[in-house]
């Protein structure tokens, strides 16, 4: 088992920056890879970015890619999701996941993934 918390949502404004973290605990060892995902009112569940837990490879959806890092501190079991010049679209609620097998062609499939945090609201404001 995998327990995941994020934390460092919050209300900003256009333009501003977030720094969103994710911290494993449990059988963090097992770990292949750890992605975020986001879902706002009326819509699915989306992708926004991965990283494999061993050599750090990052994956990000194209919407994102620019404007948002994802990093991870294997010491602290933690993968951060750095978040620079913030839309109104980018308003949702941010989930952190873990995933024990991982494949390159499927980072973004949320059925990858085996392990959820509970998420943290992230709300653009124009």
């Known amino acids: 088992q995998v327990q995941l918390v994020e934390s460092g949502g919050g209300l900003v404004q256009v333009g501003d920056s977030l720094s969103l973290s994710c911290v494993a605990s449990?059988?963090?060892?097992?770990?292949?890879?750890v992605g975020w995902f986001r879902q706002s009112p009326g819509k699915e569940r989306e992708f926004v970015a991965a990283i494999t837990w061993d050599n750090g490879t990052p994956f990000y959806e194209d919407s994102v890619k620019g404007r948002f890092t994802i990093s991870r501190v294997t010491d602290k079991d933690t993968v951060y999701l750095q978040m620079n010049s913030l839309k109104p679209d980018d308003t949702a609620v941010y989930f952190c996941?873990?995933?024990?097998?991982?494949?390159?062609?499927?980072?973004?499939?949320?059925?990858?993934?085996?392990?959820w945090g509970q998420g943290t609201q992230v709300t653009v404001s124009s």
């Open positions: 449990g059988r963090t060892f097992t770990l292949a890879a």
């Open positions: 996941a873990a995933a024990l097998i991982f494949h390159a062609q499927i980072v973004d499939s949320d059925g990858v993934y085996a392990y």
